[in-house]
């Protein structure tokens, strides 16, 4: 294979392009009859530019990077190669000042301060302003898994979502929060997590004006506002607004529990179970109440402390129309109206239908014996 440099000539080139008898190129071109390329159709207004057209058809690849020893077909294609190599970045975006090595990039940046999305999914509708952005989303709807990851064989419709993923069995989280010192693997999870230092919330909830710092935890919440339910249980048939959700209620039905406490050895499914229970063994309560100064250990435990002192009681018995600040006392309150009793006693086989009713009754027990 013959190699060319950068600082040659065109005409050094071609001459020496032809004395190293290119076969396939020449092949290409004695099969076309007038200035049209014969592989794909291109046509062109002069021969000579046909004839760099063809070298793309070509697996002769002329010109080799001194950096790297990827190869071209092209001397510009190696010249624009090159840059990547270098740290001059001429093109400045004038919408953000973000700087690139290569015109090319500039123009397809462009495109993300554009509304103009002209590339428009034949399945969903859904439209790109990049044809590639296209390409990748169809992947979606098709099974076609091709990139596997070698570590755990979880498969991938793109290559850059493998990339992505290998990260997770990476030890090096390069991106590191200046507010609490917390490191992330990727330079977007780092950005989102600022969200959190962050009082803005700028996506509104249409239906309960909740804010959110992030779009995706907006359409996250929509889903309450939904009652389309698309993710069902195979074991015990419950249906959830979205697939984490199932992914999560599925761990109930394994007994798998991989996450253990090293305090009190107690085992959880999830990680992010774990996390919180470690705080049962930690003294920091970080999150203060600004109505009654009461310190809680979870941000949640505070939100749900919070509704105490309100007077909103949105969740609402549908038999008695009694009200309650929160789901899980309604959910308690509603086997009043049921007949189920699934607390037993195990000295009478007595049963309630709430757990602090058999405490209640267990006292009874406790005073029979005392008085004996």
């Known amino acids: 294979m013959l190699y060319f440099q950068v600082d040659q000539t065109e005409e050094e080139c071609t001459r020496m392009f032809h ?40 697996n002769d690849e002329l010109f080799k990077c001194s950096v790297c020893n990827k190869s071209f077909s092209r001397k510009v294609y ?27 990039d500039l123009k397809t940046h462009l495109l993300v301060h554009s509304n103009d999305k002209l590339f428009k999914c034949s399945f969903c509708n859904k439209s790109f302003s990049q044809k590639r952005y296209l390409n990748k989303h169809l992947l979606v709807h098709s099974n076609e898994k091709p990139f596997k990851c070698s570590v755990c064989n979880k498969s991938f419709s793109t290559k850059s979502d493998l990339k992505t993923h290998l990260l997770v069995h990476s030890n090096d989280k390069l991106f590191k929060c200046s507010v609490c010192n917390k490191s992330f693997s990727q330079k977007r999870y780092l950005n989102k997590h600022l969200l959190v ?32 339910k698309l993710f069902k249980c195979s074991v015990c048939n419950k249906s959830f607004s979205r697939k984490g959700d199932l992914k999560i209620h599925l761990l109930v039905h394994s007994n798998e529990k991989l996450f253990k406490c090293s305090v009190c050895n107690k085992s959880f499914c999830r990680k992010c179970d774990l996390k919180i229970h470690l705080l049962v063994h930690s003294n920091e309560k970080l999150f203060k109440c600004s109505v009654c100064n009461k310190l809680i250990s979870r941000k949640s435990d505070l939100k749900t402390h919070l509704l105490v002192h309100s007077n909103e009681k949105l969740f609402k018995c549908s038999v008695c129309n009694k009200s309650f600040s929160q789901k899980r006392y309604l959910n308690k309150h509603l086997l009043v109206h049921s007949n189920e009793k699934p607390f037993i006693c195990c000295i009478c086989n007595k049963s309630f239908s709430q757990k602090r009713y058999l405490i209640k009754h267990l006292l009874l027990h406790t005073t029979e014996k005392l008085f004996k």
Do not use: G
């Open 197 to 228: 230092h962050s009082n803005e919330k700028p996506f509104k909830c249409s239906v309960c004006n909740k804010s959110f710092s992030r779009k995706s935890d907006l359409k996250t919440h929509l889903l309450v506002h939904s009652n389309d």
């Open 78 to 104: 190696l010249k624009a190669h090159l840059l990547v190599h270098s740290n001059e970045k001429l093109f400045k975006c004038s919408v953000c000042n973000k700087s690139f090595s290569r015109k090319s």
């Open 19 to 58: 004395t190293s008898h290119c076969s396939q190129t020449e092949d290409l071109l004695l099969t076309c009859s007038s200035k049209k390329c014969s592989v794909c159709n291109k046509s062109f207004s002069r021969k000579d530019y046909l004839k760099t057209h063809l070298l793309m058809h070509s």
